[in-house]
């Protein structure tokens, strides 16, 4: 599969399978000026404090706020980006054999986190295209689990948001069968479409941690992100922070907050919502008639990500190779599985193409069915 | 402890307590024109390669090689400093109950990092100023470490420098113990007198990876260190890098590598030394006619700190209570103990004030021995 993946970069490939931001909807224009603006004084090339930058915390817990989720500095951790935010928690959170619950698929590096962590991994099924609830409870019940981990919005691999119903649901278990939740919410601001939902830790405050990030809505090399912790574990979780680098860059953080104030976050977010809509549309207007007969695929009211499903006794790894041959590429989505994968399974990432280039990469895909029918 | 630290923060202290470089000598304008030139470009805010920047590695293996120590850019791995350093090492090569060996005082967040490790930390005394080698033997022999941690060159917290005889019989222990060195070198570069000594790694390569850092001759906000590896853990600690962050901020290592190819950093580093020099100079020069009669005290060659020991009798820590009294700060060398602390000694720290400033504050020390004799 390594070997299959090298494959998808040659540079004739059209890649559906990576899992990068566009860097030219990046508004370098902006971010320069914002390091330029911080680096007139030496402080921000001074060590700093483990829980980060008290502007730039203000900052993002005024956004939770507005976004009907109070939030204080405090209640905030910076983390060099939110995978640092996943291996704190599970240092935090973790001891070797404590069980927890994710979603099957599940994203991948969260997985090799929690299994670093020795931690014994049970995969909660879907129901369809949904979160199987009934399985999330009784699973909860039987495996006593140390948290749930979700991305609840825009899912990486699947697309998937948990709706309304289900998000009220998944808390009042939490609450009744006594396990804490990480809610994961790289895309949550990449929405294209449909009305936002409350977020978990709205839902059940003292049950929830949350992990934000930069990566998706700033810029990935800024490497920013952070833990927005229950009031039990925010000591705990900052001395695992100080521990895993003393703190976040200074430069960096300074520059996101300033960045933030400036006022130019916003349209250039606007900028790569417009963007990514597009490609999502094209993807999706497309996907009808390249898709063999009988698949079925996600329709993402945001993210990055489609999940295709191909008909009865295909096989996605088979359909790779093929697909690598007219250069064109995707994920098969037993990468992304805690536990017995579905091999009909498959990923498409639409953000880094232009609509034309995203119907040509289809349209190539689309001829590789026939090739062996 | 914590609440006497606390109190060296007021304004009106002078402060030997601290362990920061100073910010008026680091070179804003030259940092930020890399940045900015860094910049102009989107790549540097995308997500790259945990091993890190190619061309960073390049430089800081150029200066290992033109130092004496051939080294390979594949042979570093860039780290959120060289904390993370020290997490990722011991994440490597530690299982809980592991036994290591440190220097006795040693470098605090080292012991904390190790602790947090699970290891059982031992430390190796002094033999007068200088590390007792053949309890370095006896010790390794007798607890077969998984390696021996040190400071060589300007130790945190003792300012001491393991001379060429001592580095060669370390090195010739770990051989024939079968033991590895983490050779942990923030203050290498920051010598004022004496000559540059080899390093633990060119006198025992198969037996030493190197940790290195900027933020001693560069800037610390930057969060930039390295571990030069050996080949048999260089997988594994890359795989420890990228679940703890995936690689650190793309946009600061892009900067940090043009700053050392605009040649910018030698001269900014050459006032750096210069400075700290006067300093120390300074500190020395006043320490015989403040410390109480039958005191001793290290004359480092370099780094930071200078360590004290009060004669027979005395409590360094009630010492601070006074000190504070009048206004002047250190830090007593009971934090830096693995072991059995020795309640006579202290650290000073030497790099944060003017000379004039650092008399004022060592003359307002040497008025509290009076004030109980």
Redo the contacts between chains.
Sequence with gaps: MRDLLALTERPEVISFAGG??A??L?D?DG??AA??AV??????????TSEGDPRLREEVARRYSIDGLPTAASDLII???S??GL?LLATTLLDPGDTILVEEPCYL?AL??FA?AGAHVVGVPANGDDLDLEALDRLASTHGPKFFYTVPTFQNPTGRTHGLEARRRIAEIARSRGFRIIEDEPYRQLRYSGDPLPSLAELAPEHVVSLGSF?KVI?????IGWIRTTADIRSTVTIAKQ??????????QAAAAHYLVSGRSEPALDRIRDAYAARRDAMLEALPTVLPEGSTWTRPDGGMFVWVRLPEGSDATTALRRALSRDVAFVPGTSFSSGTPDPRTLRLSFTTYSPARIREGLSRLGATWGADG
Excluded: W
Aim: aromatic letters at 6%; hydrophobic letters at 35%; a negative charge.
């Design positions: 990068l931001p860097p030219e990046f370098v971010i320069r390091f330029d680096l007139a004084s030496p402080g921000v090339l001074q060590y700093s983390t060099t980006g995978q640092q291996g590096a090799q986190t670093l990566s810029a990935p090399g800024l490497r521990a895993a680098d003393l703190h976040t860059s200074t430069i960096d």
